[in-house]
């Protein structure tokens, strides 16, 4: 199986601030990875799949680069409503799997 | 525009089974593969398995073979899941989510408490 890390497991940022997520493959995945939002009680949002593509009506503040092991998503011009729990999850092979996920609290 | 609407919360004893149903509409039934993933509280995501209903076919992760089935009714543009011999850690919610090979939409989850 594909192990996803994601780093850190949480971060606290202003608003307006920018924040960078990790994500790593433990194996090469090319650019099959996407990136989901949850918020508290709610299913997951798809933000970014093929590492950079953000999906249908996602605002552009959101960015995704990376390519083989290495991801990262960044969030730029915080709000108070991007404050979520952040996941990776990577869909090359079965099974697909997911990061343990990176909570992010805005100040 | 497309939906995907679960079935409601479930609660059982452990060593039972349950039988989640997920509802698509808004789109072409078969040309979309349909996933389970689930979450346990206060956890992360859970791949869980995959339908393909073009393809006849339906593939889970291998810590569940031989206690999931994933099934379908292409007349009812339904997809069902069922997981049986249950235990305190198949608590959880239990979402399905649309691909082509990349997810898109998600259903709204149910729940499912196991407990004695």
């Known amino acids: 199986d594909v192990q996803m890390t994601q780093s850190p497991s949480s971060l606290s940022a202003s608003v307006g601030d920018r924040v960078t997520i990790t994500c790593r493959a433990s194996q090469g995945i090319s650019n099959y990875l996407a990136w989901f939002q949850q918020k508290p009680g709610k299913a997951p949002k798809s933000l970014i799949y093929?590492?950079?593509t953000l999906q249908s009506g996602v605002p552009s503040k959101f960015s995704g680069s990376g390519s083989g092991t290495d991801f990262t998503l960044t969030i730029s011009s915080l709000q108070p409503e991007d404050s979520a729990t952040y996941y990776c999850?990577?869909?090359?092979?079965?099974?697909?799997?997911f990061g343990q996920g990176t909570r992010l609290e805005i100040k | 525009q497309v939906h995907l609407v679960q079935s409601g919360a479930e609660v059982r004893k452990p060593g039972a089974s349950v039988k989640l149903s997920c509802e698509a509409s808004?789109?072409?039934?078969?040309?979309?593969?349909l996933h389970w993933v689930r979450q346990a509280p206060g956890q992360g995501l859970e791949w869980m398995g995959v339908?393909?209903?073009?393809?006849?076919?339906?593939t889970s992760a291998q810590r569940f073979q031989g206690r999931v089935t994933m099934t379908w009714d292409t007349s009812t543009r339904t997809v069902f899941m069922d997981l049986s011999s249950l235990t305190s850690e198949d608590t959880a919610v239990y979402y399905c989510?649309?691909?082509?090979?990349?997810?898109?939409?998600w259903g709204q989850g149910t729940l499912v408490t196991v407990s004695s």
């Open positions: 808004g789109y072409t039934f078969t040309t979309y593969y």
């Open positions: 339908i393909n209903p073009s393809g006849d076919s339906a």
């Open positions: 093929g590492a950079s």
């Open positions: 999850q990577q869909y090359k092979t079965y099974p697909i799997t």
């Open positions: 989510a649309r691909a082509s090979n990349r997810f898109d939409y």
